[in-house]
């Protein structure tokens, strides 16, 4: 298991501490997921972030469960929704969800630790696909395809 990198860490491999291109868009996304108080309030961690991919995780609490004592699946989305909207900002403009599918493969339980996987399917104009796999381990418990919409400057 990696060690979580805290979301407004710099990302300067290279030793240097750069903020224009590809490291500007990196930087837009660190920022807009450390200002996100939901992914915050569940313990959502981001473990790795390049330009058109982010790879998050999430332990299943007891307060995440339903009725049924399985996950709740609002929470595996919105895991898989965090790690969407980090892979599709991590360009540089603001960029949202225009809208998102979720398929449920498995059910998750309480203390489960979940990592979802974003990647970039294609670009176009304004417009982007990203599918992120939602896993238990190697395990797929879910696959999410979410639809981007860069906004306009001014």
Known sequence: MTA???ADAPDNRDGADNRDGADTGLAAARAMLAADTASAALGIHLDELAPGRAVL??????A?????RIGHGGYVFLLADSAFACA???YGPVTVAAGADIVFVAPVLEGDELVAT????????????YDVTVRRGDEVVAEFRGRSRSLKHG
């Open 88 to 90: 599709c900002n991590t």
């Open 57 to 62: 995780r999430m332990k299943v609490t007891a």
């Open 118 to 129: 974003a990647e970039e399917r294609t670009r176009y104009g304004r417009s982007g696909v």
């Open 64 to 68: 995440m469960v339903n009725g049924h």
């Open 4 to 6: 979580p990198i805290p």
